[in-house]
């Protein structure tokens, strides 16, 4: 049986074209962490404005985080029978157009279901970023780029919260949605190179 797609060893890449691809994955990677943060500070202000219950603010977050532990094995089987670099984008569109959605939601149940949406994205990215970087990176030289992966993480998990308290105090709740899509389309175009 054959893969999907070259390994390291059947491919050979110039720095420059591992920077980009690294890029790429780190602002999927980024994007994907900071849709879980972002909205922790700005819960009070969006369950209010949607006239939602407690329920709806557990939801609200635990939407997101069931959909992104259930879909990561599912990219991750899926990646080794297609070709990843695909996925990743399939994941990154998903993921836009459900985060995209979540900042126009109406009432705590359209945003609940987006956010389920948007963690099948999530997923995506955090399962197919890791996935695709064992693929252009030798096993050697791995441990380095891990740091990056491990330094998006931390900024975006501390980063998030902060970050969303400053944009639901400037421009509303609804802007939390909004700040990552620049980033996640960004990621889209470098990664489709």
């Not at 890029?23 to 819960?43: D, Q």
């Not at 990843?84 to 990154?92: D, E, H």
């Not at 990056?148 to 931390?154: E, N, R, W, Y």
Request: charged share 10%.
């Amino acid at each position: 049986m054959t893969s999907p797609v070259p390994t390291v060893a059947e491919t050979s890449r110039s720095p420059r074209q591992v920077i980009e691809a690294l890029i790429g994955l780190l602002l999927g990677m980024f994007v994907s962490m900071l849709a879980s943060t972002v909205v922790s500070t700005s819960l009070p202000v969006i369950v209010h404005d949607l006239s939602g219950d407690q329920a709806a603010y557990t939801w609200v977050v635990t939407a997101t985080l069931l959909t992104t532990a259930i879909s990561t094995p599912v990219w991750g089987k899926l990646a080794a029978l297609m070709n990843r670099k695909v996925l990743f984008q399939v994941s990154i569109l998903i993921f836009v157009l459900a985060t995209a959605a979540a900042g126009f939601s109406q009432n705590p149940g359209m945003l609940i279901a987006f956010r389920a949406v948007q963690g099948l994205g999530a997923g995506g990215l955090a399962a197919l970023s890791q996935v695709i970087m064992a693929d252009i990176i030798s096993p050697r030289e791995r441990g380095r780029y891990m740091g990056l992966f491990g330094a998006v993480m931390a900024v975006a998990t501390v980063g998030g919260p902060l970050l969303g308290g400053v944009i639901t105090d400037a421009w509303g709740w609804r802007w939390n949605f909004f700040v990552a899509l620049p980033f996640a389309v960004a990621a889209l175009f470098i990664v489709q190179r």
